[in-house]
């Protein structure tokens, strides 16, 4: 089973110069690791993710443009918001795929 995503989570752009990483502003009381885990409302450019660097396709600072992240959870909710996994990806509008470099926690966390 996948494992939850938590703060500080690693993420990686395709088309980005470098990694990201997640800051996790949906909720404040559910946590793994004494960390807050991540839900699909975690997806606001500079709030939640940090740029990436330079984007290889406008070639210049990246602004991360996500509208929805996928392969969130499909039973487990915080405050009825899917949670976040090591499989979540999301797309950028202006080009590239965000995906899960580490999950931000060393335990095993999984969902349902």
Known sequence: MPQKLTENA??????????????????????AEDKLIATEQDKQPETNIANFGVCAI??????PAIT??????????????KILTE?????????GKISVQHKGHGEKHETA
């Open 68 to 81: 929805k992240w996928d392969k969130t959870t499909e039973k487990d909710t915080i405050n009825n918001y």
């Open 58 to 63: 406008t070639k210049s600072k990246c602004t």
């Open 10 to 31: 690693l993420l990686l752009c395709d088309k980005g110069a470098k990694p990201s990483q997640l800051k996790v502003t949906s909720q404040t009381f559910s946590k």
């Open 87 to 95: 499989d979540s990806t999301c797309q950028c509008s202006v080009g």
